[in-house]
């Protein structure tokens, strides 16, 4: 009996019936331990002592691995074939070597770069060691992130109130996004012409679409003509001008196809064409890469979507020749399969690229969800066409000249002669450049030609464009910052951590977020320069393939990051304010339409502006508080609107007046009334813009909770409020959400006691009937027990026993499948196991008899070596560092 061991229950399944009743096949659901998210976890004093942990669900599936090895001959780790997967696997032999399990088995370690029988097979007849500098250099990017993120982060907490967090690569991702914002706000408009004319040359009937190029005797280029006056004039001078044909020019080119997809190049290609973001591409690749269920059999569609490599098996290259000879023709295939090397910097670890499993497998053959559907026609005609014939095109130019040539135009067109991979495929580009056709008609060099129609054009530069989720990628890789594979994740720790928000697909820089890259700029410069970032990428890349001793990186690294954070360790929260008031003064002293100086207080005329740091985040105040209060968020606007003295008019039964003010927590309404000690308030909802709120809406925001009526049953009054939680109706201790601010003040007594009943029926987990499930997925298939999705507060979820796990904005109930939600399971599992272990261990009585294994040092997982004294340290992290190299 052997027992192997992969990622995903979607992957085990799948290898499950390739390999028959001989083979268990088990999921890890990814990592079984990982550094605990402490202070002390990666000790540089104790030459980089790793600490690792196994909490949760993973102690479980370790378990069960463990149990099914009693009955086993061999344990085959079969992880993904790449840095992350060999690092997984280490960690099971790690896990599993502390339980001794492993005594008398055999260890095998094998990769496969596709889920098909064949790949399969052909990996378990030729399993190989573990490879330990692939892991170290996993050990090595673990630790560097670690110590970053737990050694910057509370620096910032202590020295910039309101920043979440910092990191290696998402601190430098950031930094992109913020300087290319300074460039829009910094960049000036430039006003330019442009004259175009169509041309009839003697005897023909077409128009010729012509630019000029030459004025008095000046070459035109696109900013030459910065005014109307002169456009006009050029205007005139071709409307006056006989022109004669001075050269034609037909040149053939070709253009070659694009090399099969990389994730990176994958992640860009699915975000211009399908509008997919990078975990939505990666989690669609996923499944096609684990299997889809095909006739009756699960079948693994793609191959690895983890690679920097643009190679492929000449196997592959030769079938789909063979497919392309089949669907376009003799014509369309090359004299030789075309070979193609990655250009991208840094880039590693040979594999294949992304491609179809098998190339007979047409799009249109498989039915697949819409997700699985798009993404894999996507694969599919990159990879055919990079096997196909190069594109012919002909590239025509024209140029019309007047007699003693001081004007000159020119018209250019390129006719496709071979339409080649055209035919499948056509690469997406950020500037959506046209490969169209614009045909010019045949001319005689010397002919003579009259400008019938002229058209002079102004136009105003433009700023260069935010990033978008494609553009963003590709300047991180070309820069060599980060891991295509870790991409996806780094862009969704900016958007979590409200560093960044997305705009018609677009980055656009949270205040907190810039105020964050401007303190490092200023006190971390080096850590958040691209060139430091790459080069750790290229250190991190000779550990891997064993030119740099892993230890030995960390080293360098640390002496000169610890060294930066003790120079700053007295650092004053004035120096900072200082400094950001110098780096940040576009964002926070905005010019003023009226010339007045911007750092002085518009309120007060006395106080200075500066910057301000509050628990929630920045923002701009007075220097004369408390006698002045006035504030303002950061990136200015209108003055008179935040400045907190917006009165919108008296109260009809109080006569108080109701001001508009602008807090740290939004906009909100405030109306002191006499003979009150506080005044009271009411916030703006969400989706209102404050300029809208006339007196009208102000009273009734102002006036909530609203009473809706008496409830019939018990005569107590039912109110609509607006919360902390959002608007919702309210019944003694009961509360039921409403659909919207506006219900509020709509809903009435019908409406509102049956919301209510339905939440004494339904209270979600508080006591009362379960709610029904919005889908039903299945039984788990490792530990048994039901998933269903729920209707949530927050949205719909995935609900496995105790663990809820919300469903991603891209996933709806109606879709997701029992692949994607043991997914989710095990993600929040991963997380959410630190809340159960104190239970376990609470009870005094048991701390003698914890001793024995400290004493024994056997067994015991390294969540005893986290609860125990220093003593038991050097123990935990032994078989981390040294044992199982020695034994590779």
């Known amino acids: 009996m052997n027992v192997v061991v992969v990622e995903s229950p979607a992957k085990a399944k799948t290898i499950n019936k390739y390999l028959g009743s001989d083979y268990t096949v088990l999921a890890s659901f990814g990592h079984v331990r990982d550094l605990p998210p402490k202070d002390g976890s990666v000790r540089p004093d104790e030459d980089f002592a790793m600490d690792w942990t196994v909490e949760g669900k993973s102690k479980e599936r370790i378990k069960a691995i463990a149990d099914a090895l009693k009955n086993a001959d061999t344990l085959i780790l079969a992880t993904d074939p790449d840095r992350e997967g060999e690092a997984i696997s ?251 090397s990655t250009k991208a910097k840094n880039a590693q670890e040979a594999h294949e690229a992304i491609r179809p499993t098998s190339f007979t497998r047409h799009p249109d053959d498989l039915r697949l969800d819409a997700d699985q559907a798009r993404l894999y026609a996507l694969i599919w005609k990159r990879a055919v066409a990079s096997q196909m014939e190069a594109a012919r095109l002909e590239r025509t130019t024209i140029d019309f000249e ?124 080096r850590y958040v320069q691209y060139d430091f970032t790459a080069s750790l990428e290229d250190q991190l890349d000779k550990v891997s393939s064993g030119d740099l001793e892993y230890k030995q990186l960390l080293r360098d690294f640390w002496k000169d990051f610890h060294a930066s954070i003790e120079d700053i360790a007295d650092l004053r929260i004035g120096d900072v304010i200082d400094a950001m008031n110098i780096a940040l003064a576009p964002l926070i002293f905005p010019p003023r339409e009226d010339g007045s100086d911007p750092k002085i207080c518009p309120k007060c005329n006395v106080g200075a502006l500066s910057l301000r740091l509050g628990k929630h985040g920045a923002f701009v105040g007075c220097s004369n508080y408390p006698d002045c209060r006035y504030t303002r968020p950061l990136g200015g606007g209108d003055l008179d609107a935040v400045e907190g003295d917006g009165e919108l008019g008296e109260h009809p039964e109080t006569g108080a007046m109701i001001v508009l003010k602008d807090g740290r927590f939004g906009p909100y309404l405030e109306m002191q009334v006499e003979d009150e000690d506080k005044p009271r308030r009411g916030s703006i909802p969400k989706g209102w813009n404050p300029a809208d709120v006339t007196l009208e809406k102000a009273v009734a925001l102002i006036d909530l909770p609203r009473k809706v009526g008496v409830h019939p049953e018990d005569g107590e009054i039912i109110e609509a409020g607006i919360g902390r939680y959002g608007p919702f109706v309210k019944h003694g201790k009961t509360y039921a959400n409403l659909s919207s601010a506006e219900e509020v003040f709509e809903v009435g007594l019908n409406r509102a006691v049956d919301l209510i009943a339905q939440k004494i029926a339904n209270p979600r987990g508080r006591g009362g009937a379960a709610a029904a499930p919005l889908k039903e997925l299945g039984e788990h298939p490792q530990e048994g027990g039901a998933i269903n999705v729920m209707s949530g507060r927050y949205g719909p979820y995935v609900k496995f026993g105790k663990i809820n796990a919300t469903l991603p904005k891209d996933m709806t109930p109606e879709t997701v499948t029992l692949e994607q939600a043991l997914e989710l399971i095990a993600a929040k599992a991963a997380k959410s196991p630190a809340k159960k272990a104190p239970a376990k261990k609470k009870a005094p009585a048991k701390k003698p008899a914890a001793k024995k294994p400290a004493a024994k040092k056997t067994d015991g997982d390294t969540k005893t070596a986290a609860k125990k004294t220093p003593a038991k340290k050097p123990a935990a992290k032994k078989p981390a560092t040294k044992s199982t190299k020695a034994k590779s």
């Open 90 to 340: 280490w960690h099971l032999l790690e896990a599993l070597q502390k339980r001794r399990v492993l005594k008398d088995k055999q260890v095998q370690r094998v990769a496969f770069n596709a889920i098909t029988k064949k790949a399969v097979t052909d990996a378990i007849a030729n399993p190989r060691e573990l490879d330990m500098e692939l892991v170290e250099a996993y050990l090595a990017r673990r630790a560097l992130d670690y110590l970053v993120g737990f050694t910057l982060s509370p620096v910032l907490w202590r020295k910039l109130p309101g920043a979440r967090s910092a990191g290696r690569v998402q601190s430098v991702a950031l930094r992109l996004i913020t300087e290319r914002e300074t460039e829009i706000e910094r960049f000036i408009t430039q006003e330019y012409w442009s004259v175009d004319a169509d041309v009839r040359t003697d005897g023909a009937d077409t128009l010729i679409a012509s630019k000029l190029t030459r004025f008095e005797g000046e070459k035109i280029t696109r900013l030459t003509i910065g005014e109307e006056k002169r456009a006009r004039a050029a205007e005139a001078a071709i409307k006056a001008a006989d022109f004669t044909v001075a050269s034609v020019e037909a040149k053939p080119t070709k253009r070659n196809p694009p090399p099969p997809f990389t994730t990176s190049t994958l992640q860009q290609e699915a975000a211009r064409k399908l509008g997919f973001d990078a975990q939505r591409t990666m989690r669609t690749a996923q499944r096609l890469y684990e299997g889809v269920e095909l006739g009756g059999e699960t079948v693994g569609l793609i191959t690895y979507m983890r690679t920097d490599g643009v190679s492929m098996d000449m196997g592959a290259m030769m079938q789909a020749r063979d497919v392309i000879g089949e669907r376009h023709g003799a014509d369309f295939v090359p004299e030789k399969p075309r070979f193609y």
């Open 402 to 525: 007047n007699a003693d040539q001081s004007l000159a135009l020119r018209a250019t067109g390129s006719v496709v002669t071979f339409p080649g991979f055209f035919a499948l495929y056509q690469e997406g580009r950020d500037d959506e450049e046209d490969e169209g056709e614009n045909r010019l008609p045949q001319v005689t060099q010397g002919a003579k030609a009259k400008a019938e129609k002229t058209l002079a054009e102004q136009h105003f530069t433009q700023p260069p464009p935010r990033f978008t989720e494609a553009s963003l990628v590709k300047k991180m890789e070309e820069l060599g910052i980060g891991r295509p594979s870790t991409y996806a994740s780094t862009l969704s720790v900016l958007r979590d951590r409200d560093y960044v928000r997305m705009e018609d697909k677009r980055f656009i820089p949270e205040d907190k977020g810039r105020v964050v890259i401007a303190f490092l700029e200023n006190f971390f410069q």
